[in-house]
């Protein structure tokens, strides 16, 4: 009986350790299956986001310029627009002050004709040279704002 009792127990003592290797072994599987399973969601998910952040940048990166491209068109067209105004109002001031001048000449009797024709001169010279000068800056602005 004992060599029986003996086999019986060594029999008991192969199946239970033989079983609880099959149960770490599956174990050891199914937790091998559950990180990859999560580790392809991750990497699934991570690629999905990034595309879609790349799209939704794409799309106002190209609303932005488009606002800013308006924005820029009502500027200049306005600086254009303030430019003119100014210009005609610098050229306004130049004349009139030119005109004081020609007519506070126009008074002077003891100032003969010949310098008077000389001092209109050298005041239409320095009106001419002004709104020339004006004219270049105008242009230099223009440039300015193409570069």
């Known amino acids: 009986m004992n060599k029986k009792w003996i086999i019986s127990l060594t029999i008991?003592?192969?199946?239970?350790?033989?079983?609880?290797?099959?149960?770490?072994?599956?174990?050891s599987s199914l937790s091998g299956i559950i990180t990859s399973w999560f580790d392809v969601k991750t990497e699934r998910s991570?690629?999905?986001?990034?595309?879609?952040?790349?799209?939704?940048?794409?799309?106002?990166?190209?609303?932005l310029k488009e606002v800013l491209a308006e924005q820029i068109a009502e500027v200049d067209q306005e600086w254009d627009e303030f430019v003119e105004?100014?210009?005609q109002r610098q050229l306004t001031i130049l004349r009139e002050h030119t005109d004081?001048?020609?007519?506070?000449?126009?008074?002077?009797?003891?100032?003969?004709p010949e310098?008077?024709?000389v001092m209109e001169n050298?005041?239409?010279?320095?009106?001419?040279?002004?709104?020339?000068?004006?004219?270049?800056?105008k242009l230099e602005i223009v440039r300015e704002e193409v570069e």
């Open 100 to 112: 004081t001048q020609i007519a506070e000449l126009n008074e002077i009797r003891e100032i003969d």
């Open 12 to 27: 008991f003592i192969i199946f239970l350790f033989g079983g609880g290797i099959t149960a770490t072994v599956a174990d």
């Open 46 to 63: 991570i690629v999905e986001l990034d595309n879609a952040i790349k799209e939704e940048q794409a799309i106002q990166t190209e609303r």
């Open 115 to 117: 310098r008077k024709k």
């Open 122 to 137: 050298e005041l239409e010279r320095i009106f001419q040279e002004a709104a020339t000068e004006m004219e270049e800056i």
């Open 85 to 87: 105004v100014e210009k």
